[in-house]
């Protein structure tokens, strides 16, 4: 199983500036992977693809990057609907498809 | 535009078997995709549990494959998650989602969640 981690666990960062939120994986996943924002009472929702495509309806101020075992999601100039929880997930080898365990983006 | 809703018994008793059921509106399940069940244990992260293909072909998470069954019915355009003698440990928010498939496996839509209790 491919066992995902993020860092950090919580990230405090004001409005208008940005934020570097890092997944880093177990063995190599190729550019297999997604990223997901959740906010509280909803279903997490796609933000990135194939490590670098936004998803339809994405601002493009979300960017994703990386490939291997090192992914990062940028946010660049936060607007208040950002903060929420940030999920990694991988679907290279699988199964498992595998998330990390979060980023709580918070407002600092 | 596609929707997926979760149904099922919010409270189940430790041993028994948790059934849940999501209805797809507005795409066929037989047009392709995956089908997939993913959950969230409260104020943890999310775990896959298994996807289903039209086809009826599973995939399930080793960590509960002995216990998680995943099944699709066309006729009703709905596909279900058992999973037998549940303990707390399974109480969490269950989710249906749509898996891209082809090599691409994350998931673009999913339901709203509902939460499953497992308590006596």
């Known amino acids: 199983e491919i066992v995902m981690t993020q860092s950090p666990a919580t990230l405090s960062v004001s409005p208008g500036e940005g934020a570097t939120l890092s997944c880093r994986a177990s063995?190599?996943?190729?550019?297999?992977l997604a990223w997901y924002q959740e906010k509280p009472g909803q279903p997490p929702r796609l933000l990135i693809y194939g490590a670098s495509t936004r998803a339809t309806g994405i601002p493009a101020r979300f960017s994703g990057s990386g490939s291997g075992t090192e992914f990062t999601l940028t946010i660049s100039s936060l607007q208040s609907e950002d903060f929420a929880v940030y999920y990694c997930?991988?679907?290279?080898?699988?199964?498992?498809?595998?998330f990390g365990q979060g980023t709580r983006l918070e407002i600092k | 535009q596609v929707q997926l809703q979760e149904s099922g018994p919010g409270l189940v008793k430790p041993s028994e078997t948790l059934s849940l059921t999501c209805t797809v509106s507005g795409y066929s399940i037989t047009s392709g995709y995956y089908w997939g069940w993913i959950r969230q244990p409260p104020g943890k992260g999310l775990e896959w549990l298994g996807s289903?293909?039209?086809?009826?072909?599973?995939y399930y998470n080793p960590s509960l494959k002995s216990r998680v069954t995943i099944s699709v019915d066309t006729s009703k355009n709905q596909f279900s998650l058992k999973l037998n003698s549940v303990t707390a440990a399974d109480t969490a928010v269950y989710y249906c989602?749509?898996?891209?498939?082809?090599?691409?496996?994350?998931?673009?839509?999913w339901g709203q969640g509902t939460l499953v209790t497992v308590s006596s």
């Open positions: 063995q190599s996943v190729s550019s297999n």
């Open positions: 997930q991988q679907y290279n080898n699988w199964p498992p498809i595998t």
């Open positions: 989602a749509r898996i891209i498939g082809s090599g691409s496996y994350y998931s673009d839509c």
């Open positions: 289903v293909y039209q086809s009826g072909s599973t």
